[in-house]
């Protein structure tokens, strides 16, 4: 194998995007309050980008000979994102605090996968990931901005 450590990043990308993208749909479920009308339909646009990413990412690592995880035990007892069952008492910028704080996860995991494939030679897996991973931090300064907060990219 030529691309061990980038096909791991790929898999994990795997289990968290899926992990990202249903906690995004919990949260524009649940929520509730002042701008609703517009925070909302925003997270459909969230949940579309996720889910693209999530579809080109397990179609890298099936090109590479590799197997993505596909079923919801593999996805739960893989994900490193935590998730809280849905409750109906939180304010919409806790919420969007929340899907942040997933959100620089899935920043820091495409920048190893960033490193990882450039040091293994996997130029087109790189960049795919530099791609995804503005995507990523545009996705942040945004939100972020929405609750009145830094985007903290690169103070952390
Ligand atoms: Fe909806």
Redesign the pocket.
């Known amino acids: 194998m030529k691309y061990p450590k980038t096909k791991e990043v790929l898999n994990q990308l795997v289990a968290d995007l899926t992990q990202m993208h249903m906690i995004v749909?919990q949260h524009?479920?649940y929520m509730r309050g002042n701008r609703f009308l517009k925070l909302?339909?925003y997270?459909?646009d969230v949940m579309d980008e996720l889910a693209d990413q999530l579809d080109q990412v397990s179609e890298r690592l099936i090109a590479l000979d590799g197997s993505p995880v596909s079923t919801l035990s593999e996805i739960a007892a893989k994900t490193k994102i935590k998730d809280e069952k849905g409750n109906w008492n939180e304010t919409i910028d806790e919420r969007y605090g929340k899907i942040v704080d997933g959100y620089h996860y899935l920043d820091d995991l495409y920048q190893k996968g960033l490193e990882v494939s450039d040091e293994e030679g996997d130029y087109s897996t790189n960049d795919m990931f530099t791609g995804f991973h503005t995507a990523i931090e545009k996705r942040i300064w945004m939100m972020s901005a929405e609750i009145n907060k830094a985007p903290n990219i690169d103070a952390k």
């Open positions: 749909h524009h479920w909302h339909p997270l459909d």
